[in-house]
């Protein structure tokens, strides 16, 4: 069995996108499984930043197919973008893409009620995308799937009743504008006939594909604390990017998966509200956050950014049955002069078993730090483990035992000879 899970392994924003392209080349199929496009995976190939929302990773690797699985809400808009963005940089995606027919479409109405969510007395800190309002839909068995296009009358009566709901909240709750059926029909039978070269009964193309011998990595969005059954809740995400939602999102029964891939970065960020035990405040967070150009990828906020947690990433790696792991932006880290690590938390002063999830307890949570000595000097130019600082192989030593796994991959800068394989 050859079929891989990669998963971020802390808030999101660990470099997933990098790592996906530097794996890839080892393999046949890449899948997105989650998420939409509320998420950026960034690579940089010859100095060319990309960023891509929705597609996977792996359309920049000549002859690796990529699929959107059902567990991906789609953006007509954003998709056709992302299409156009890469037939202009001369990448091909006709016969390499393929998108599951079962996959929900984020309609404008979502992304509206998404915004005026954000108005109220409780923000979660969404990107406005429409995502969370999208997959409300789907699990109360009203969203419009990519296969409902396909039937043109009913696709009409679906859209109209939805809106005529969606209109009474918009309009006597929130006082907003109300929205134009015809128009919504129309656009969206357009982007079908856009997009319906790509359009595929996935689990079959993937089932197909593993009998044959291929090999798939199953690439998540955002990061194992924003699931929204196993993360900081409520100020997570509204699907399941821990690996068990790769199953879930692209059909693929457990018992294909035969390893599960963590990306990690060397300090912790997490973008939006919620509790962040080791969070660097004023002067030394927003310091970390310019050396790391600590800045998301779809929206451009600024990431808080904190200390190494390994207590955090003990609990990810039990809950996704992670085995190896890719460090990512180790090289930020080497401005300081000591750096410091949780290895637990204490609550009301006694020392925690396991990890907590509620967000009441996370906000009293005091980390217990180890402080280890910084290495001081550029490290963005090695290419040989045995090449670091002393200092620098310490911490990775110590990351990896007090959390738990295996490195095999560190990043030291963006670019994909900027990567050393252990």
């Known amino acids: 069995m050859s079929v891989s899970v990669l998963v971020g392994s802390q808030w999101g924003d660990e470099g997933k996108g990098k790592i996906v392209d530097i794996l890839c080349d080892r393999f046949d199929i890449v899948v997105r499984f989650q ?3 509320n998420a950026g995976h960034t690579i940089v190939i010859d100095d060319q930043q990309y960023i891509l929302h929705l597609i996977p990773s792996g359309i920049l690797r000549e002859g690796v197919n990529c699929v959107i699985g059902n567990g ?3 953006d007509p808009q954003a998709l056709l973008d992302e299409i156009k963005l890469l037939e202009d940089h001369g990448f091909v995606v006709k016969g390499r893409l393929f998108i599951s027919h079962n996959a929900h479409l984020i309609m404008p109405y979502h992304k509206i009620l998404d915004s005026l969510n954000e108005t109220g007395d409780i923000k979660i800190g969404t990107t406005g995308r429409g995502i969370g309002p999208c997959y409300i839909d789907k699990y109360a068995r009203k969203g419009i799937r990519i296969v409902d296009l396909l039937d043109r009358v009913e696709l009409e009566k679906k859209i109209r009743a939805n809106i005529e709901e969606k209109n009474r909240l918009i309009k006597n709750v929130y006082n ?3 929205l134009d ?7 969206y039978l357009a982007f079908d006939e856009a997009i319906d070269q790509y359009i595929t009964d996935v689990p079959t193309y993937l089932d197909n594909a593993i009998k044959s011998g291929k090999s798939v990595l199953m690439e998540g969005a955002q990061g194992a604390l924003l699931d929204v059954d ?8 509204s699907s399941n990017p821990t690996s068990g939602g790769a199953c879930i999102g692209a059909g693929v029964p457990p018992t294909q998966i035969s390893s599960v891939f963590g990306i990690v970065k060397a300090y912790t960020t997490r973008v939006g509200y919620g509790p962040f035990p080791t969070e660097m405040l004023g002067d030394d967070g927003e310091e970390l956050r310019q050396w790391g150009a600590e800045f998301g990828a779809t929206t451009g906020r600024p990431r808080r950014c904190g200390w190494y947690d390994a207590f955090l990433l003990n609990y990810s790696r039990m809950i996704n049955g992670i085995e190896r792991v890719a460090i990512t932006k180790l090289d930020v880290l080497s401005n300081m002069d ?7 938390y204490e609550l009301d002063g006694k020392r925690l078993k396991s990890f907590p999830t509620t967000t009441s307890q996370l906000e009293k949570i005091v980390p217990i730090y180890e402080t280890l000595p910084g290495w001081k000097t550029d490290i963005t130019e090695v290419r040989n483990y045995d090449d670091f600082p002393a200092e620098t192989k310490n911490y990775l030593s110590f990351i990896a035992e007090h ?13 994909r000879d900027q990567t050393i394989e252990l």
């Open 403 to 415: 959390s738990g796994f295996e490195i095999s991959i560190i990043s030291v800068g963006p670019k």
């Open 181 to 187: 059926v015809e128009k919504i029909v129309e656009e």
């Open 176 to 178: 907003g504008e109300e």
């Open 72 to 74: 991906v809400v789609i």
């Open 338 to 344: 000591e750096i410091k690590v949780c290895i637990g």
């Open 230 to 237: 196993f993360g900081t809740y409520p100020y997570v995400t």
């Open 35 to 37: 998420g939409g496009a």
